[in-house]
Nanobody
Framework: QVQLVESGGGTVQAGESLRLSCATP????????KAWFRRVPGKEREFVAS????????IYADSVKGRFTIFADKSKNTVYLQMNNLKPEDTAVYIC?????????????????WGRGTQVTVSS
């Protein structure tokens, strides 16, 4: 079993930045692909960004491209989501997911492990 622990959420003003972390305790899952999804009440969970286990491939949703960056620190077994120029529509619970095959995926299918999420609130 792989545990994913998100942190870094909070409340910010529009235009500000936040960095989310998805830590995997121990060495398990270090080569898994990781992704960020977000959930807004009443809506489907939405893909945000993903990174392959090697770090060589990254994928972004069009709504965040150019503002968000996903990257990994292998020494800490942690994946980050740097979010710049935040907008009120980015308000959501951000959830980390892991894929054992090591791929960068857009879909929820294929991610075997999920974190509990961290709340991001952007006020206008």
């Amino acid at each position: 079993q792989v545990q994913l622990v998100e942190s870094g959420g909070g409340t910010v003003q529009a235009g500000e930045s936040l960095r989310l972390s998805c830590a995997t305790p121990g060495r398990s899952g270090s080569m898994y692909g990781k992704a960020w999804f977000r959930r807004v009440p009443g809506k489907e969970r939405e893909f945000v960004a993903s990174i392959s286990g090697t770090g060589g491939t990254t994928i972004y949703a069009d709504s965040v491209k150019g503002r968000f960056t996903i990257f990994a620190d292998k020494s800490k077994n942690t994946v980050y989501l740097q979010m710049n120029n935040l907008k009120p529509e980015d308000t959501a619970v951000y959830i980390c997911a892991a894929d054992r095959q090591g791929s960068a995926l857009r879909t929820q299918t294929g991610h075997e492990y999920w974190g509990r999420g961290t709340q991001v609130t952007v006020s206008s």
